[in-house]
Structures are given as structure tokens and as C-alpha cells.
């Protein structure tokens, strides 16, 4: 069995029915959790030893408003791509935001520190706000800027 297909197992029995999808595709594992699940999802991956997540490599935000492979339901999403140095295996965890007109979802600034700096960008770029972030404001355009660029 390979890391990836025990990454895999660890998964759907850690976190069973709190995963919406599972796919494993050219040695990528992609998890999608509900907005509700998220930030204990990303807790339990950080610290539950089977998983062992203790780096947040990047967190960006999406737009799914125009992309080809999805029809229907919520426009924003956050891709979060975690590393484990311990299982030597990596992860990407995605999460929709429910409210198009108004997305919220949690911080992950207290988990992992640097996600501060990706929230910001995500914030400023997209519009995805974040609940429970200690400085939630503009980090690449100006602070006079009116709506988001992306």
C-alpha cells in the first residue's frame, strides 16, 4: 500500500462522514469539507498524529464562477494545501464558502500562524472574508481600493 493510499484510508476513517469528497488524482489527495466542518477538520489534521499536518504550505482563494468543470453550486472556495514533514505526505484541503453574495468563512490564523498573510490575500482579491482573524484588511491593494480585483 502506498503513503498515498494509506493517507487516503487514515481519512475516511478519521474523518468519515465530515468529508463531501475524497479524490485521489495523480498522487494528490483532495479532501472538500463543509464551511460548518472546516476549522475543526483543519484542527484535527494538524493534530491527530495518523495525519500530522503541521504546515500550512498555501491557502488561496477561488472563484468557481466561470470554471468549465462546474455548473452549479457556491461561486468561492479556499484551496489549502498542507504538508506533513512527519509522514512525508501533502494535502490539499478545500472548503466552499455558503454565502456567494457574502463569504465567510473561519480562520485558520490560529492553527497555523502563517495563514494571516493568505487570508489577507484571499480577503483583498476575492472578497472571502474570515471569522476570527486578528487583522483582516488590504494587503496588495490600496486601501482606497473599492470592491475586489478577482
Keep these: 500500500m502506498t503513503k498515498i493510499e494509506r493517507l487516503r484510508d487514515a481519512l475516511q476513517e478519521g ?5 463531501v469528497s475524497l479524490v485521489v488524482d495523480r498522487a494528490e489527495v483532495t479532501i472538500e469539507v463543509t464551511a460548518r466542518d472546516y476549522a475543526e477538520v483543519a484542527r484535527i489534521l494538524r493534530d491527530d498524529p ?24 457556491p461561486r468561492f472556495a479556499l484551496a489549502v494545501h498542507l504538508l506533513s514533514i512527519a509522514n512525508n505526505v501533502r494535502l490539499r484541503l478545500r472548503v466552499f464558502a455558503p454565502d456567494d453574495a457574502f463569504p465567510v468563512l473561519p480562520s485558520l490564523v490560529g492553527l497555523w500562524r502563517n495563514a494571516n498573510w493568505y487570508e489577507r490575500e484571499a480577503y483583498d482579491l476575492f472578497g472571502i472574508l474570515f471569522d476570527g482573524h486578528p487583522d483582516l484588511r488590504r494587503i496588495l491593494t490600496d486601501y482606497g481600493f473599492i470592491g475586489h480585483p478577482f
Design 50 to 73: 495518523r495525519y500530522g499536518f503541521e504546515q500550512l504550505i498555501d491557502l488561496t482563494g477561488v472563484d468557481y464562477s466561470t470554471h468549465s468543470r462546474r455548473q452549479e453550486g
Design 15 to 19: 474523518l468519515g462522514d465530515r468529508i
